[in-house]
């Protein structure tokens, strides 16, 4: 006789049927060095022949962009409130998965995105102390069940980082830029305290290494936790 599947069961093989591609974020404070990381990670997945897509949050699509910036460039964004800001980043994320991430993950692409989820859990829930509950509801909301495979925080002390920011400035800084010292310790401490309590997902790098020592502790990751 035919065996009978729940429909719980098939439902989670088709999604893991559709679901063939891999989602990496990246995230640590600014200056932390995501990007030039980011570009590496990708150059090296396609030299083994996977296909890749880079992305960035906020951001990464047309009206992710307009969100982008009216939270970080706006002249007036010093008044918007901390659950308008956490909002836009949601909004932002939410066209995100779907017009980009989630179809490039049925494709079987590599997606690797410049801050996600975790952003908001960190500069919003713990640096700007909105309650994580809600945080935590609002990024399911936003994202449904496309949540990362793994993600990379790269962890540089506050003092670099901000020096980091200073030295880049070409103009003025960002809004986000402006926040003081005391904000960017909560950040560095928020990746930490998550890192340590989903160990599983996450993988925390030494970023004041050498660029091509924490390329190489990426990579050996990537391959060993997702077999690529
Ligand atoms: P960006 O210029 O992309 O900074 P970086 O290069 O460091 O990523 O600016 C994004 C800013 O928005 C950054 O300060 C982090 C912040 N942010 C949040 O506060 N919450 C979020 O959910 C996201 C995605 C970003």
Redesign the pocket.
Known sequence: MKKKTSPARSSSRRKAAARRGILISFE?????G??TQIAYLAGQLQQIGREVLST????GTEIGEQV?NL??HNSKGDEMCAET??LL??A??AQLVREVIAPNLMKGVVVLC???????????GV??NLSLDPIQQINRFAVGDVLPDLTIVLDVPTSVSLAR?RQRASDLP????R?NIQFYKK?RDGYLVLARSLPRRFFVVDGTLPEEKVRKLIWDEVRKRLGV
């Open positions: 640590g404070s600014e200056g932390s995501k990007s960035r949050e906020p951001g982008r939270i970080v800001e956490l980043f949601a932002s994320r410049d801050r996600y989820i975790d952003s908001s859990t960190v500069y919003q640096a700007r920011i960002d809004r986000m830029e926040e950040v």
